[in-house]
């Protein structure tokens, strides 16, 4: 059984700062792609950032040279750095990730964290 953990989100004021982390626990032999989504009340989920277990990065257009996604292979956990947020940044965030567990890869979500961001 392989679970993810999110920490780090909250409330916090337009042009403030926040760092979500998301850790990989359980019996597993590696993670691979590890990803960041959100999902805005109303809205549907959207991809936010992808690391590869190698560190190549990618953003969504709204996030690019704002967020940084990154990783720390040997905790088995990926972090996102959330500089100068705005109220439309505002959105429950979910840790998604391929961990190879037995024989194939399973796709693994964690439970989500709350960002508000107030105007």
């Known amino acids: 059984q392989v679970q993810l953990v999110e920490s780090g989100g909250g409330l916090v004021q337009a042009g403030g700062s926040l760092r979500l982390s998301c850790a990989a626990s359980?019996?597993?032999?590696?993670?691979?792609?590890m990803r960041w989504y959100r999902q805005a009340p109303g809205k549907q989920r959207e991809l936010v950032a992808t690391?590869?277990?190698?560190?190549?990065?990618n953003y969504a257009d709204s996030v690019k040279g704002r967020f940084t996604i990154s990783r720390d292979n040997a905790k088995n956990t990926v972090y996102l750095q959330m500089p100068s947020l705005k109220p439309e940044d505002t959105a429950v965030y979910y840790c998604?990730?391929?961990?190879?567990?037995?024989?194939?890869?399973?796709?693994?979500w964690g439970q989500g964290t709350l960002v508000t961001v107030s105007s």
């Open positions: 998604n990730a391929q961990v190879l567990s037995g024989i194939a890869y399973v796709e693994v």
């Open positions: 359980g019996t597993f032999f590696r993670v691979n792609t």
């Open positions: 690391i590869t277990s190698g560190g190549s990065t």
